[in-house]
């Protein structure tokens, strides 16, 4: 077969100054070594002489160097002989990639040479013969699966078709399951042991190369006895995945499958079988219950996916086969390796910003989230880095440097992966920097909400904003100001304030909930670098509602001077609506929700209130006994913590007319007024009457005063008691005057001075009696003539 080097070219201008060109080849494999790949210069359009100046070299990282520069011509050519299959297996496209740096000034570009296929593998099948046996009571279309070839080659040189020959008893037929295709056999005719116990095929495979190669593998068919039924698997396809770090002896799937015969023909047991590559080191399978088993150690960056025919076979011969196919999954078990391509160890303080310091290769052999590399600066206040192209960083300066600020200083690049945990490498570059204000401030959030309940006292600490600054020292100091907005015409500055220091809000004022519920302001946090940076946030003060407001009953409306009634038939059924008070609460949330009862009424069994919407209704069959006058008080309370509540009084007139109902209700007004008026004269009898017990107390106490004073001066004077005989009278024993004869009784205690004097009625004795205990005197008053007169008539005279 003739060689030749072939190229596909192509060009194209990027825009960093680092990477100029990316020029493109294809090869076929298998060139002998000192083949021309492409004239490099020619395609870069480059002068011999800039790569010898230069000192081109081929920088290739860590991979075997298969393609050499020849600088004295500008030619690329083949240095080590390229087998595609060993290089890239069935990857396609297949390609060499490296690099071209060059000197003075520093450059680089980046090659691609894609390494196309040819026909030189035959397809193979890992056995010589095949061999089944099978039962002579098998169906016409069982299915015998077949073990398939293996062609290194890939595209139209790979593997095409097969073709079976040696008898017309089977046929082929090619499927797919899942992205891989298989070969079965199936069978076309019924099998008879007696006359023939044996079948002898050819299973030819075929590959599509313009010479066109092939395999072969004998296929012998043993005719037995009896096993009628062949085991079917529960799925077609399993499908499993796996981390690459699993542990040996994992169970990845379990196969099962089932077979209707019974005894030994029954008896099924799994196998391995028709896998293009032999993973019998890697993967075990137990014959008996089907569980697959991790036997060795994954590796994600060689193995993304594997595909393992799994067969099912009973002791009769017929079989089943499932595919399990096995997804591994990446583990983020390798760092960034960072390459330093070129790097420059002094830096002047005026150069350029945008200069190239150094150039760095990263590589991460892992996949997706796990081999994405960021790379970032322990300082990046002068300097940044930048990816180039893929996996190419670049360190440069990104504003000016001063050396009388700093000298030199040690910066540190650390390239980490995306995976969890997170992997990473660092190095060390010596470097100028100093620290400018180039930072403002950055806000934790991008907008604040906060929450305050009404009522609040002044000076309220309601929350904090919290601004960082990237920069050192005095440039990362933060300062917060409140920005100039009002809320409903007043200044924002009305109702909270921001500590300089701190960013802590507090509440100026005592907000109302009713009066408003939520404002915004902004907040601006300012460096003290010079000149400053500021940035500012946006601030929404959400106002809770407190249960500060009771409910307002809308209807019934209770009016001063007349009376409103609703009306109830006394032919009115069980349930029937007599009203339905109404009510509001200005809260909101549960503060405003409301539920009504009946506080108070004159026949409670009659009425009850609905808890939720206040409707008034009967709970018996009204009847002539019910009065027609009905007055009902309902309580209605929200539901705040603590609830108030407002109280309605509905009056209800059972009654069928009108004229029945307003001579009741007239009576009823004035029954309303006549107690209210018995009300204010009882206050006004009470105080009456107290005013005037206060006043015979008071003269009570003085007549007793007075007369205790009189009687001590009768105790002090010794006088003797001396009987006092009015003239007219005579004494009808001969002896005196009187006519009559009278008792006189006095009766006294141990202090004489509050004795108490009885004078008696007239008696039959003349008899004057005193207790010899007595000491004291009585003296006859001239007012007593009058008494003594009416001689039936008692004196009791007390101190």
């Known amino acids: 077969m003739r060689r030749r080097a072939g190229f596909l070219l192509f060009l194209s201008v990027l825009s960093l100054g680092s990477v100029s060109a990316q020029i493109s080849y294809s090869i076929p494999e298998?060139?002998?070594?000192?083949?021309?790949?492409?004239?490099?210069?020619?395609?870069?359009g480059l002068d011999v002489k800039r790569l010898k100046s230069g000192k081109a070299r081929i920088y290739t990282g860590e991979g075997t160097e298969y393609v050499e520069l020849n600088k004295e011509r500008g030619l690329l050519v083949i240095k080590e002989r390229i087998d595609r299959e060993a290089l890239c297996a069935q990857t396609t496209p297949c390609a060499l990639d490296f690099q071209i740096i060059l000197e003075n000034p520093m450059q680089f570009y980046s090659i691609t040479v894609e390494i196309t296929d040819i026909n030189d593998n035959n397809p193979e099948f890992k056995k010589s013969e095949i061999k089944f046996d099978i039962n002579e009571l098998a169906h016409i279309g069982s299915k015998f699966v077949l073990e398939k070839a293996i062609d290194a080659d890939v595209g139209i040189n790979g593997l095409q078709g097969y073709s079976l020959s040696g008898s017309d008893i089977f046929r082929l037929n090619p499927y797919k399951i899942g992205s891989s295709s298989n070969l079965e056999m199936v069978l076309k005719k019924s099998l008879d042991r007696e006359r023939q116990d044996s079948v002898s095929l050819v299973l030819t495979a075929l590959d599509g190369g313009n010479l066109q190669l092939s395999g072969t593998i004998q296929i012998t068919v043993t005719v037995i006895d009896a096993n009628d039924n062949a085991p079917v698997c529960s799925q077609a396809e399993y499908k499993t995945s796996v981390r690459e770090n699993a542990s040996k002896g994992a169970v990845l799937a379990t196969v099962s499958a089932s077979d209707a015969d019974e005894g030994p023909h029954g008896h099924i047991t799994f196998s391995i079988s028709n896998s293009a590559a032999d993973y019998s080191g890697l993967f075990q399978i137990d014959k008996e219950n089907g569980e697959l088993r991790l036997m060795g150690k994954l590796d994600y960056e060689k193995f993304q996916h594997y595909e393992i025919d799994v067969q099912a076979l009973d002791e009769g011969g017929n079989s089943d086969v499932c595919k399990v196919m096995i997804e591994i999954l990446d583990t983020n078990d390798n760092p960034p390796v960072i390459n330093i391509m070129s790097t420059s160890s002094i830096v002047i303080e005026d150069v350029k910003i945008g200069?190239?310091?150094?150039?760095?290769?990263?590589?991460?052999?892992?996949?997706?989230?796990?081999?994405?590399?960021?790379?970032?600066?322990?300082?990046?206040?002068?300097?940044?880095?930048?990816?180039?192209?893929?996996?190419?960083?670049?360190?440069?300066?990104?504003?000016?440097?001063?050396?009388?600020?700093?000298?030199?200083?040690?910066?540190?690049?650390?390239?980490?992966d995306e995976g969890v945990p997170s992997l990473s490498s660092s190095v060390t570059l010596t470097l100028q920097i100093s620290d400018v204000n180039d930072n403002a401030p950055v806000f934790e959030r991008s907008s604040y909400e906060a929450y305050i309940v009404e009522n609040n006292t002044p000076g309220l600490s309601i929350f904090t904003v919290k601004a960082t600054d990237a920069d050192w020292n005095q440039n990362a100091r933060v300062s917060y100001i409140l920005e100039d907005s009002s809320v409903n015409g007043v200044p924002v500055s009305s109702y909270v304030s921001v500590s300089a220091d701190s960013g802590v809000i507090h509440a100026v004022?005592?907000?109302?909930?009713?009066?408003?519920?939520?404002?915004?302001?902004?907040?601006?946090?300012?460096?003290?670098?010079?000149?400053?940076?500021?940035?500012?946030?946006?601030?929404?003060?959400?106002?809770q509602d407190q249960n500060?407001?009771?409910?307002?009953?809308?209807?019934?409306?209770?009016?001063?001077?007349?009376?409103?009634?609703?009306?109830?038939?006394?032919?009115?059924?069980?349930?029937?609506?007599v009203t339905k008070v109404v009510a509001v609460d200005v809260d909101s949330g549960q503060n405003a929700w409301l539920s009504y009862k009946l506080q108070k009424a004159t026949d409670r069994a009659l009425f009850e209130v609905g808890l939720q919407n206040g409707e008034i209704r009967t709970i018996r069959q009204v009847s002539d006994k019910d009065a027609v006058k009905q007055r009902l008080t309902v309580i209605v309370e929200d539901n705040g913590q603590p609830s108030r509540s407002a109280t309605v009084i509905v009056n209800v007139a059972v009654a069928d007319s009108f004229p029945e109902v307003l001579s009741e209700f007239t009576d009823f007004t004035h029954d309303k007024e006549y107690k209210d008026n018995l009300t204010f004269y009882l206050v006004l009898a009470l105080a009456v009457v107290s005013f005037l017990f206060i006043t015979c107390l008071v003269v009570i106490i003085s007549v007793k005063i007075y007369r205790w004073r009189q009687?001590?001066?009768?105790?002090?004077?010794?006088?003797?008691?001396?009987?006092?005989?009015?003239?007219?009278?005579?004494?009808?024993?001969?002896?005196?005057?009187?006519?009559?004869v009278y008792n006189y009784e006095v009766c006294r205690t141990t202090d004489s001075r509050k004795s108490d004097c009885k004078f008696g009625r007239a008696g039959s004795q003349n008899v004057l009696i005193m207790e010899p205990s007595s000491t004291g005197t009585m003296q006859r008053i001239q007012s007593d003539r009058n008494i003594l007169d009416e001689p039936d008539s008692p004196l009791e005279c007390q101190p």
């Not at 590399?373 to 001063?402: M, P, Q, R, W, Y």
């Open 30 to 44: 298998e060139m002998a070594k000192g083949s021309v790949v492409g004239n490099i210069a020619q395609d870069l």
């Open 355 to 416: 200069t190239v310091v150094t150039m760095m290769n990263i590589q991460d052999p892992d996949s997706n989230e796990n081999g994405k590399v960021n790379c970032v600066l322990d300082d990046g206040a002068h300097f940044k880095i930048s990816s180039s192209s893929n996996n190419f960083f670049t360190l440069i300066t990104d504003s000016e440097l001063d050396r009388e600020l700093s000298s030199e200083y040690n910066i540190t690049v650390t390239c980490s």
């Open 509 to 543: 004022r005592s907000l109302d909930y009713e009066h408003i519920k939520d404002f915004h302001f902004r907040v601006k946090a300012q460096d003290g670098g010079s000149p400053p940076l500021s940035s500012n946030v946006t601030v929404k003060i959400l106002i």
């Open 548 to 577: 500060d407001n009771p409910p307002q009953v809308l209807y019934p409306v209770q009016t001063g001077g007349s009376v409103v009634a609703e009306m109830v038939p006394r032919s009115a059924d069980v349930g029937y609506l």
């Open 711 to 740: 009687s001590r001066i009768l105790y002090q004077s010794k006088l003797p008691v001396i009987p006092y005989y009015p003239p007219r009278y005579s004494d009808t024993l001969g002896t005196g005057t009187l006519p009559h």
